[in-house]
């Protein structure tokens, strides 16, 4: 499931252990990892201050980006969930200002997209 998954356009949950390393220089005081989710090389990862987008470019993926989306700046997020005959979760997120989801992502029907939603809710909800 992971690497087609992946392959497919679906997000997958990465283990917090694998990644700790890799973000621990962008995290501030206090700041921990709460869910990851890994698109072939991009990632959404929650963590319990923002949402940080990465994606990385070029054949190595040595260039990396990391956008950070405070839970402040989400107006509105959603989630469909997978049906019958589909395979598929889809997560939307919209950012103040924006008409159209700024983010979308979907989830295998496997995956627990229902996690993320309730990180996102924790989060944007207080």
Do not use: C
């Not at 395979?87 to 979907?106: S, V």
């Not at 996690?115 to 989060?123: C, D, I, P, T």
């Amino acid at each position: 499931m992971g690497l087609l998954s992946g392959m497919m356009g679906h997000a997958s949950e990465v283990s917090l252990e694998k990644i700790t390393n890799e973000f621990q220089p962008i995290l501030i005081e206090d700041e921990r990892i709460e869910r990851a989710y890994k698109l072939i090389r991009d990632m959404l990862v929650f963590t319990t201050k923002r949402l940080i987008l990465v994606n990385k470019q070029g054949l190595t993926g040595t260039k990396v980006e990391y956008q950070s989306v405070p839970y402040g700046s989400i107006k509105t997020f959603s989630k469909e969930s997978a049906g019958i005959g589909d395979l598929d979760a889809e997560l939307k997120i919209w950012l103040t200002g924006d008409l159209e989801p700024t983010i979308k992502q979907d989830f295998r029907k496997g995956d627990n997209i229902n996690e993320a939603y309730r990180v996102l809710s924790r989060h944007v909800l207080k």
